[in-house]
């Protein structure tokens, strides 16, 4: 989880500061940063939900409700914090707000990590749910 985290804020760095130094780039180029960038972000979902599962125990129907219901609410958390910062600051803003929220986003799942470990299911066993 932390991987596929850090590999979309990675990309989300690497756009802002091509934005705040305006350096040519090809369409080749950001086509192929956006493509990683939205593998990298949604690849999260499943390792999240296994976790979820995992330490819900008997609850894990509960815990992926509000699991995703976070979700939801942080897309829309997200569309109006980008919208705020696009109108304040310009196309930087947005940029430089993802990359200070991811950055607290990384910090809280290494902390929820190191607090709450799951152990992975060895060869041939199944996870528990």
């Given at each position: 989880?932390?991987?596929?985290?850090?590999?979309?804020?990675?990309?989300?760095?690497?756009?802002?500061?091509?934005?705040?130094?305006?350096?040519?780039?090809?369409?080749?180029?950001?086509?192929?940063?956006?493509?990683?960038?939205?593998?990298?972000?949604?690849?999260?979902?499943?390792?999240?939900?296994?976790?979820?599962?995992?330490?819900?125990?008997?609850?894990?129907?509960?815990?992926?409700?509000?699991?995703?219901?976070?979700?939801?609410s942080g897309i829309?958390?997200?569309?109006?914090?980008?919208?705020?910062?696009?109108?304040?600051?310009?196309?930087?803003?947005?940029?430089?707000?993802?990359?200070?929220?991811?950055?607290?986003?990384?910090?809280?799942?290494?902390?929820?990590?190191?607090?709450?470990?799951?152990?992975?299911?060895?060869?041939?066993?199944?996870?528990?749910?």
């Open positions: 989880m932390i991987a596929t985290l850090g590999a979309a804020l990675t990309i989300t760095l690497i756009i802002a500061v091509i934005n705040a130094t305006a350096a040519p780039v090809g369409p080749a180029a950001l086509i192929g940063l956006l493509a990683v960038w939205g593998v990298a972000a949604w690849a999260n979902n499943a390792p999240m939900n296994a976790r979820t599962l995992r330490l819900a125990g008997p609850a894990g129907t509960e815990a992926m409700a509000l699991n995703t219901s976070g979700l939801y829309a958390s997200g569309s109006a914090v980008g919208g705020t910062t696009l109108d304040r600051f310009g196309a930087g803003g947005p940029l430089a707000a993802s990359v200070i929220i991811g950055i607290c986003g990384i910090a809280a799942m290494v902390l929820g990590i190191v607090r709450w470990p799951t152990e992975r299911p060895r060869n041939g066993e199944k996870a528990a749910a």
